[in-house]
């Protein structure tokens, strides 16, 4: 009963001392960061002779209306219009304060005087919903915005039933139970903005029994197997054509030697065997000659490849050669013989 008596007490004494016609109360009002806001004269009486509007930024006079003259401060920020509106540009955090307005007649009474607790709020951003279909969840999230309320419905506007749901700050999530719903949407909006974006998950339910799982690792084994024996295969016949190869250039140029050798041994002048007694002409460290188109055995010689054509070599003719018995004798000369040998001859 004390406790009531006291505040009937306090309350009656407000309004004793407070002024008549004038209106105390407190009214919240919400702006958009970085945007501008318009501040109007909330419960402006009426049929009453409005000579002075004022605007206050808690103690400090921001301007006034007066005669139909509007007299400002040096803050730009601050726009008075005649009608009373305040606009305030760019709003800031420190934008948040108390406005408050008065409003008086020609004799000076206060007729109204209204307080507006300005809250700058941050504006939502637009949405993005993702999902994972293996955990059958999806996922709400927004980058930017103040005290945001986020909401997901399922198939349009019909509110969630079945499933997990949780809120960390700009991010939502949510769990389904089968059966998987159509569709989603998920909004997102607080004092001063609201986005909403509608998503349909693309899940196809796959099961993958143990035999499938099998079958695919065993396909692929086999195909792993085949590539090692063909790529064995093409290192083994690239490595002989390559010895094949090899051993056709040593082969050619063994041959192009000995036909240089030959050829040399047979221009050569001045090598002309001498014959004596009709006896074969002796060749030097018991050398013999051998027969046309007989070739010299060359050490490492290589037999020809299977398949190899050789080339036809041109038949060469022994170089016509006059046999002599003996050295040539000396030739006689011619005398003249006396009567006496002539007789005897005869």
């Not at 994972?132 to 005290?147: A, D, E, M, R």
């Not at 046999?323 to 006689?332: A, E, N």
Request: proline share 8%; charged share 20%.
């Amino acid at each position: 009963m004390k406790f009531q008596s006291h505040l009937l007490v306090t309350y009656l004494l407000l309004l004793f001392f407070s002024p008549r016609g004038v209106m105390v109360e407190e009214n919240m009002v919400w702006g958009i960061l970085a945007q501008s806001i318009s501040l109007d004269i909330p419960d402006l009486p009426k049929g009453q002779e409005i000579d002075d509007i004022r605007w206050s930024e808690g103690q400090t006079l921001i301007g006034k209306v007066s005669s139909d003259k509007v007299t400002t401060g040096k803050n730009t920020n601050y726009e008075i219009f005649i009608n009373g509106t305040l606009k305030i540009r760019e709003l800031k955090a420190v934008s948040e304060q108390n406005y408050t307005v008065s409003v008086y007649n020609k004799n000076g009474k206060n007729l109204l005087k209204k307080t507006l607790t300005l809250n700058v709020m941050e504006a939502v951003s637009k949405p993005e919903m993702t999902w994972n279909c293996t955990l059958k969840s999806i996922f709400c999230v927004t980058q930017n915005g103040t005290n945001p309320e986020m909401t997901l419905y399922i198939n349009g506007t019909h509110p969630l039933k079945k499933g997990t749901l949780t809120k960390e700050g700009l991010k939502l999530k949510y769990t389904w139970e089968d059966p998987l719903p159509r569709e989603f949407k998920c909004v997102v909006k607080n004092k001063v903005s609201e986005e909403w974006v509608v998503g349909q998950p693309s899940c196809s339910v796959r099961v993958l029994d143990i035999y499938h799982i099998l079958s695919i690792c065993g396909g692929g084994v086999i195909l792993l197997i085949f590539l090692t024996l063909l790529i064995s295969c093409c290192l083994r016949r690239k490595r002989q054509s390559n010895q094949t190869n090899d051993q056709n250039l040593e082969c050619n140029s063994t041959r192009v030697n000995m036909e240089e050798r030959s050829r040399k041994l047979h221009q050569s002048p001045g090598h002309h065997p001498q014959q004596s007694g009709g006896r074969h002409p002796q060749q030097p460290g018991g050398h013999r000659p051998q027969a046309p188109g007989h070739h010299l055995q060359v050490p490492g010689h290589c037999p020809p490849v299977p398949g190899h054509r050789p080339r036809p070599q041109p038949k060469r003719h022994p170089p016509n050669i006059q046999q002599q018995s003996g050295p040539p004798l000396p030739r006689p000369r011619n005398q003249q013989r006396s009567p006496h040998q002539e007789k005897e001859y005869r």
